[in-house]
């Protein structure tokens, strides 16, 4: 079946304390993004990958960073969460057209991950 | 970026009943989709609409590109249709950040029996 996977689905954690949400997709999509869900905000993105090894900042990157160096895999990491990030967090894929940009596909979603940090 | 503003913030409609959601954007649309969310959290592409109207089942939307808006239409609304309506635009495509997708706030939805 494809999709996304995120993990963990629900995290509590304390201030500090470095975690990692990971993210797989199973379709060979070369675009790959972060994003946080607040009340009120909608969704923000905080990174976005064109393909590996080329990752680059959304709208709200601070306190985050991400990798990929696997097509499937875009992990995204708080190295010390804050109170701030406490959030629903959607990893999302999709292909990218040939123009050259992902607007044009599809994007497929993970479940989300619903983070606590204490 | 661009801006997105979606309307109305919130719906009440009756099982039955049509409504119509709108996203008006502050630059040119190219790449906008249209989304829902269920009320468990699981987010569902329902259009890609950069230009002209799509149907699908009781849903469909308009894309204005000129006018910088779309339009999403629920007509017959069913209690399956509650949760929230998102638009969303890839801003950046004349530029290098061209990954960069930009959500409205969104349009809470729900359908009473």
């Known amino acids: 079946e494809a999709q996304v996977t995120q993990n963990p689905r629900y995290l509590i954690t304390v201030t500090g304390k470095k975690l990692t949400v990971t993210c797989s997709q199973n379709m060979n999509h070369e675009y790959m993004s972060w994003y946080r869900q607040d009340p009120g905000l909608g969704l923000r993105q905080i990174y976005y990958s064109m393909n590996v090894e080329v990752t680059d900042k959304g709208d709200v990157p601070e306190g985050y960073k991400v990798s990929r160096k696997e097509k499937r895999n875009f992990p995204l990491i708080l190295e010390s969460p804050s109170p701030n990030q406490t959030s629903l967090y959607f990893c999302?894929?999709?292909?990218?057209?040939?123009?050259?940009?992902?607007?044009?596909?599809?994007?497929?979603f993970g479940a989300g991950s619903r983070l606590t940090v204490l | 970026g661009i801006q997105v503003e979606q309307s109305p913030p919130d719906l009440i409609l009756q099982e039955g009943a049509n409504s119509t959601l709108r996203c008006n954007f502050s630059d040119s649309v190219n790449n906008l989709q249209w989304f829902h969310q269920n009320p468990w959290g699981q987010l569902i592409n329902l259009f890609y609409i950069p230009s002209g109207t799509k149907q699908n089942g009781r849903l469909s939307a308009t894309t204005v590109a000129t006018e910088r808006y779309s339009l999403l239409y629920i007509s017959s609304s069913q209690t399956t249709d509650s949760g929230v309506y998102f638009c969303?635009?890839?801003?950046?495509?004349?530029?290098?950040?061209?990954?960069?997708?930009?959500f409205g706030a969104g349009t809470q939805v729900v359908v009473t029996p």
């Open positions: 999302a894929s999709s292909l990218i057209q040939g123009q050259g940009f992902p607007g044009a596909n599809v994007l497929t």
């Open positions: 969303a635009e890839f801003s950046g495509v004349t530029t290098d950040s061209w990954g960069k997708l930009q």
